[in-house]
């Protein structure tokens, strides 16, 4: 009987990047979405930097073997080892000594996301991922340190890596335009929301009266970054005063932007410069579950980022069959959920006209029958996520 091909996720972001942890739960989560026969043929394995947070251990404690922790698993950082890590590098140039050491002595088979060459000395194999090209379309919001370090760190996935995985199309497009000599080495992968069943037993409304949340708003859930391109709905917002139009708009996420601190400052000037205080509600970054109650109760969700790799905010609202008002950037375009209208990201005028008809047309949630066939559908489109993981994980074996 063949061993179990023993794979290791590692985790990503945390509190400043939301995004990061939702991807790798997801894998966990759609993996455990396949067959148990199929599950029988890999173990999961999980390495974290720092503690999990108990509501997300508790989502994938059942799919997880066994979670590693660099300070408890891996060899630790004497001088002596840093000396013989040096020296291990400098003669067989291996990508991380100390790393490498862990994955043979756990008998790791694939690893995932990280940068390796996967050549014949090495006892694993692995996948890079990319999560988007920002910084080459918004050079604006990045300081030049930090362009030199993405362009330097995509420099070293393309040269360094067997399999680069992109979130979608539209990134593995811009992949082959900056690196075209490492073309051949890209996998899409577009992940998907698990649809746990314990959002669609909450009480919308009891979540809205809890925020003190009025019973008919918009919702945005995006971090507060300058991509994310609040600012433009609140200039739509100001529009629809002069119509006598005063629609509601909840945002939930952390209201910090490490690349422009005073951003905070700006988002809050700007809404009492525009007068919409009374409009725009900032709730600042609430449990997902939360957040997934008041998705369910909005009249329709706004997304109107910049830039994305691919939204996990669309594939959470997909999970609910929510309308979602979308700006149009080719990723956007490219998820395409169902029930979704496009705006031209500079216009506010556009935006404000599909804000105004919804405001008039759209009544608060749940629609329970639209979340029941919507739930169905996004169970097949998790388990296919997870079959495409595994596919890429025992090509890379090959």
């Known amino acids: 009987m063949n061993k179990p091909l023993r794979i290791c996720l590692i985790m990503q972001g945390g509190r400043g990047w939301i995004g990061g942890s939702e991807y790798i739960k997801n894998i966990i989560l759609a993996l455990g979405t396949l067959s148990p026969d199929i599950r029988s043929t890999f173990e999961l394995n999980l390495l974290c930097n720092e503690a999990i947070e108990p509501t997300l251990y508790k989502q994938i404690e059942s799919y997880v073997n066994k979670i590693y922790y ?7 950082l004497t001088l002596c080892n840093r000396f013989m890590w040096k020296m291990i590098t400098s003669l067989s140039k291996a990508n991380n000594p100390r790393m490498e050491i862990f994955f043979r002595k756990e008998k790791i088979n694939f690893v995932y996301p990280y940068s390796s060459q996967n050549s014949e000395s090495t006892s694993y194999r692995s996948a890079s991922w990319i999560a988007d090209f920002q910084h080459k379309y918004l050079p604006q919001f990045f300081t030049e340190k930090e362009l030199r370090q993405r362009d330097e760190g995509l420099t070293h996935v393309a040269n360094c890596s067997s399999i680069v995985v992109l979130s979608s199309k539209t990134a593995e497009s811009d ?44 919702l945005i859930s995006n971090q507060f970054w300058q991509h994310k391109n609040h600012l433009i709905v609140f200039q739509a917002l100001k529009l629809l005063q002069k119509k006598l139009i005063y629609p509601k708009i909840v945002c939930t996420g952390h209201i910090y932007d490490y690349r422009k601190p005073d951003y ?95 405001w008039e047309q759209l009544l608060p949630g749940p629609n329970l029958e639209q979340e029941d066939i919507s739930r169905k559908n996004s169970y097949s489109g998790v388990q296919a996520f997870g079959y495409r993981f595994l596919e890429i994980a025992r090509e890379a074996l090959q």
Not at 70 to 76: C, G, K, M, R, V
Not at 206 to 215: A, F, G, I, M
Not at 298 to 318: H, K, M, N, Y
Request: contains cysteine; hydrophobic residues 40%; charged residues 20%.
């Open 175 to 218: 992949f082959h335009t900056f690196f075209p000599k490492a073309s051949f080495k890209t996998k899409v992968l577009s992940f998907k929301t698990y649809p746990l069943h314990t959002w669609y037993e909450g009480n919308p409304q009891q979540k809205q009266q809890e925020y003190s949340l009025p019973d008919r708003f918009f």
């Open 264 to 358: 905070s400052d700006i988002i809050l000037q700007t809404i009492h410069k525009l007068s919409i205080a009374d409009q725009v509600h900032l709730l600042g970054l609430i449990p997902k579950f939360d957040q997934m109650q008041l998705m369910r109760r909005s009249l329709a969700i706004i997304q109107p980022s910049l830039f994305e790799g691919w939204s996990t905010f669309v594939e959470d609202a997909r999970c609910l069959g929510k309308p979602i008002i979308l700006s149009d950037i080719p990723v956007n375009l490219e998820q395409n959920p169902t029930n979704c209208l496009f705006f031209e990201r500079n216009s506010p005028e556009q935006l404000a006209s599909l804000i105004a008809d919804w």
């Open 70 to 76: 660099p300070e408890l698993h891996l060899e630790p």
